[in-house]
């Protein structure tokens, strides 16, 4: 088999594009544009973090721009649904479709009793599946009443859970309920796969676990476009074994080509429908949990970009801030702002500004364009630029945000 070379350049620009960066944009975006982002980035990621928008909206606008963000609750709430939330990368919206695909997963959350490293009590789960019957879709607040449940500690940071809540997520993770939505405070709603999911996805066949796993490694070859077998493996958390095997039958059929990029230690793959663009004009913010950084290395190799998500990191000792969102301009990531939607004073709020090395000199300006409308998206009438990163500066003096300094 033919190996076949890429430059840097070459593959950044076939990572985009199958990431959505060079589709046409619509006007207005529709659900049909939405139903398009979703099959290019295969999944998105949710998190609860809400200090600018939830992780799960923020992929959308950053591919097809300022969109009615009804789109989404329409599209996983709303009949026909065309995504759910399940265990796909992490915890994320992915195309319904994909349900009878998990079903290995789900078997073997069942046989190893969950995946938190606590057990749920057996012992209520017909209690709780019940009440889900009866009354969904609940949330676990709804039933730990019923429960009888004490007040909870404050043992276990990050995983203080109710009994309910506990059983709720087994469930969940073993396909017996599915998530129905989510309240105004973020709270799941759990309730029955048959009044959540398609007939017909219901209906479909289980695949074999190979042709599961084929599945799930050809949807990752399509959403990276370019890929070693760490890219592939992470894209919906398999086992490399697995991922191993199924990318020997897809380069046996034609589906994979083997190709070199300079500095890619391990072996890459190229997926056959790739597309390869003479340019990528991208302007767009991306998420902290965006496909396109999940994989740090490969954000590093692809890009020439170090990034750490410093949530977690005590304050004194972060470098660029909480909420760091990376700057692509074109086909390269040339800035990060650390960034906050103050929501009470209808500003948004540039807390660091930082270029990348390779910044071009329109990158303020760009910058500038770009945060301005992605503070209408976000319902904020001003941009407020503070004094902390070497692009602050600049940033604060570009024309669109003359006058918005704080």
């Keep these: ?6 430059s840097t350049l070459q593959a950044r620009r076939i990572a985009l594009a199958a990431q959505g960066f060079a589709d046409r944009p619509h006007a207005v975006p529709s659900m049909r544009t939405l139903e398009r982002t979703l099959a290019r980035t295969g999944v998105l990621q949710v998190d609860s973090v809400n200090v600018l928008q939830r992780a799960h909206y923020m992929p959308l606008y950053s591919r097809m721009g300022a969109y009615d963000v ?22 994320a919206f992915m195309p319904v479709d994909l349900w009878p695909v998990m079903q290995h997963r ?81 709270e799941v709603l759990y309730d029955l796969p048959e009044r959540v999911l398609p007939a017909s996805v219901l209906s479909a066949p289980t695949p074999s676990r190979a042709d599961a796993d084929l599945e799930l490694v050809r949807r990752a070859a399509r ?70 950084v999940w994989e740090r290395s490969r954000a590093e190799t692809l890009f020439d970009f170090s ?37 009470a004073t209808g500003r948004l709020l540039v807390r660091g500004a930082y270029a990348e090395p390779h910044a071009p000199a329109d990158a303020p300006e760009e910058l500038g364009a770009e945060l301005d409308r992605l503070a209408g998206w976000l319902g904020l009438g001003e941009v407020v630029v503070g004094e902390r990163g070497d692009l602050a500066g600049p940033l604060a003096a570009v024309a669109t945000l003359a006058g918005r300094r704080g």
């Design 1 to 6: 088999m033919t190996t076949q070379s890429l």
């Design 106 to 186: 789900m078997a073997s959350y069942r046989e190893e009793r969950g995946k938190w490293g606590f057990t749920a009590d057996p012992a209520l789960e017909p209690g709780v599946l019940a009440a889900v019957r009866d009354r969904g879709p609940v949330t676990a607040r709804d039933l730990e009443e019923e429960l009888a449940e004490g007040p909870r500690t404050k043992e276990h940071w990050g995983w203080n859970w109710s009994q309910a809540r506990k059983v709720l997520d087994y469930l969940f993770l073993v396909g017996d309920v599915a998530i129905a939505g989510r309240t105004s405070q973020f």
């Design 307 to 343: 990034y750490r998500i410093e949530i977690y990191v005590p304050a004194d000792k972060r470098v660029h801030g909480y909420y760091v969102l990376p700057f692509l301009l074109g086909d390269r990531i040339v800035a990060r702002v650390d960034l906050k939607a103050d929501r």
């Design 223 to 292: 959403s990276h476009g370019v890929a070693t077998l760490r890219c592939l493996a992470d894209y919906y958390r398999m086992a490399v074994a697995d991922t191993k095997a199924a990318v020997t039958t897809l380069l046996e059929s034609g589906e994979l080509v083997p190709v070199t990029v300079p500095g890619w230690t391990r072996a890459a793959y190229l997926h056959r429908d790739a597309r390869l663009p003479r340019r990528v004009g991208a302007r767009a913010l991306l998420s902290p949990f965006d496909p396109v």
């Design 70 to 91: 009804d789109l989404l609750r329409r599209a996983s709430q709303r009949r026909p649904r065309r995504m759910v939330e399940y265990w796909a990368h992490v915890q």
